[in-house]
T-cell receptor, first 115, second 117 residues
Framework: AQSVSQHNHHVILSEAASLELGCNYSYGGTVNLFWYVQYPGQHLQLLLK??????LVKGIKGFEAEFIKSKFSFNLRKPSVQWSDTAEYFC?????????????FGPGTRLSVLP | GAVVSQHPSRVICKSGTSVKIECRSL??????MFWYRQFPKKSLMLMATSNEGSKATYEQGVEKDKFLINHASLTLSTLTVTSAHPEDSSFYICSAREASGARETQYFGPGTRLLVL
């Protein structure tokens, strides 16, 4: 069965600091990978996704993620965070052999950016 | 990205009553929609998969007679919480799947906060 883990429950950074949120998954086959963000009081929004090709994926708002197949990881990065990046971040995985089935979400990482 | 709406955004009801929540995909057709429940400071818990034209698939532990799902069209799924109790108070989120072959993405609605008194 698929599972997703996120390394940090809560990350606190100052503005302009660099960000890296860890995401690891367990699945034996080919996967589609996603990062979603949930800003306070708002709904889940897609930040970026990886299906195939270049393992370094660029998303909205300056975020990027790197798929490292050998490590089963899909870490999210941003070189310089802003106060407005304060949110909950969820990694999600969908095994391609499971087409038609649901995503598996990680537990989420809460990011707090101090002004 | 694609847009998914939910209605209502917030509902307060008395214990024992039923509440219907609508989920619509506004700019694409979704043969599959999902219903989640999100607890405070927790990740999303999948409740059921809603399939257009067929019965919903419920996750283990989710009562199908309590959480009725109807996927009436390619753009609308409804979740009805029947005989609601205070413990049903939660944040309910739907998502709709947009798929092109094996490349599929879920787009989420804004959620419905249910408070049962």
């Amino acid at each position: 069965a698929q599972s997703v883990s996120q390394h940090n429950h809560h990350v606190i950074l100052s503005e302009a600091a660099s960000l890296e949120l860890g995401c690891n998954y367990s699945y034996g086959g080919t996967v589609n990978l996603f990062w979603y963000v949930q800003y306070p009081g708002q709904h889940l929004q897609l930040l970026l996704k990886y299906f195939s090709g270049d393992p370094l994926v660029k998303g909205i708002k300056g975020f990027e993620a790197e798929f490292i197949k050998s490590k089963f990881s899909f870490n999210l990065r941003k070189p310089s965070v802003q106060w407005s990046d304060t949110a909950e971040y969820f990694c999600a995985v969908n095994g391609r052999r499971n087409y038609g089935q649901n995503f598996v979400f990680g537990p989420g990482t809460r990011l707090s950016v101090l002004p | 990205g694609a847009v998914v709406s939910q209605h209502p955004s917030r509902v307060i009801c008395k214990s024992g009553t039923s509440v219907k929540i609508e989920c619509r995909s506004l700019d694409f057709q979704a043969t599959t929609m999902f219903w989640y429940r999100q607890f405070p400071k927790k990740s999303l818990m999948l409740m059921a998969t809603s399939n257009e034209g067929s019965k919903a698939t419920y996750e283990q532990g989710v009562e199908k007679d309590k959480f009725l799902i109807n996927h009436a069209s390619l753009t609308l799924s409804t979740l009805t919480v029947t005989s609601a109790h205070p413990e049903d108070s939660s944040f309910y989120i739907c998502s709709a799947r947009e798929a092109s072959g094996a490349r599929e993405t879920q787009y989420f609605g804004p959620g419905t906060r249910l408070l049962v008194l």
